[in-house]
T-cell receptor, first 114, second 112 residues
Framework: GAVVSQHPSWVICKSGTSVKIECRSL??????MFWYRQFPKQSLMLMAT?????????EQGVEKDKFLINHASLTLSTLTVTSAHPEDSSFYIC??????????FGPGTRLLVL | SQQGEEDPQALSIQEGENATMNCSYK?????LQWYRQNSGRGLVHLIL?????REKHSGRLRVTLDTSKKSSSLLITASRAADTASYFC????????????FGAGTTVTVRA
């Protein structure tokens, strides 16, 4: 299956700063990637669909100006959390794959905003 | 988006025993998948069952799907300590957009 990496694996930042998280598809042409958020002991919630070469589509309740997504190539999508606040602290996971069969998930990025 | 519910929320068993967890969902689906998540890690795909299938096996895993009851079960036989993880079901309800809606998850602890 597809191998998906994320960078960084964890990040601590001060409130008000912006943080960029990268999601790379290492061996798969990813025209579509998904970004999820997971709070402790909770399930994954889909945030947005990242489409290569076009604008991302966001799920209801997710602020597109706060969570900027860029999918400029078939191997890289980035999620930027702008003006991060403590409530943005979470585990962010991306996925890609042959969606008719399965999705392959990255290892996740843990964000802690102080 | 729809959200599945899983039952039980947590399960503790002895090594060698079987573990069964259930997932219910709300609307019609194209397929249902089960994923495993080790603590603080990404998700690993376990098995996919399509809406026209009733049962599927993969190694020590057995998944059933009852679309009339909108429910699925995952059975792990002869559990091992390495099976300790959280298990999530995920449904794909809308053709061609491939968005997954995840259940709340079952945390399984296998005691040596």
């Amino acid at each position: 299956g597809a191998v998906v990496s994320q960078h960084p694996s964890w990040v601590i930042c001060k409130s008000g700063t912006s943080v960029k998280i990268e999601c790379r598809s290492l061996d798969f042409q990813a025209t579509t990637m998904f970004w999820y958020r997971q709070f402790p002991k909770q399930s994954l919630m889909l945030m947005a669909t990242s489409n290569e070469g076009s604008k991302a589509t966001y799920e209801q309740g997710v602020e597109k100006d706060k969570f900027l997504i860029n999918h400029a190539s078939l191997t890289l999508s980035t999620l930027t959390v702008t003006s991060a606040h403590p409530e943005d602290s979470s585990f962010y996971i991306c996925s890609t794959g042959d969606f008719r069969e399965t999705q392959y998930f990255g290892p996740g990025t843990r964000l802690l905003v102080l | 988006s729809q959200q599945g519910e899983e039952d039980p929320q947590a399960l503790s068993i002895q090594e060698g025993e079987n573990a069964t967890m259930n997932c219910s969902y709300k609307t019609s689906i194209n397929n249902l998948q089960w994923y495993r998540q080790n603590s603080g890690r990404g998700l690993v795909h376990l098995i996919l069952i399509r809406s026209n299938e009733r049962e599927k096996h993969s190694g020590r895993l057995r998944v059933t799907l009852d679309t009339s009851k909108k429910s699925s079960s995952l059975l792990i036989t002869a559990s091992r300590a390495a099976d300790t993880a959280s298990y999530f079901c995920a449904t794909d309800a809308t053709p061609n957009d491939y968005k997954l809606s995840f259940g709340a998850g079952t945390t399984v602890t296998v005691r040596a």
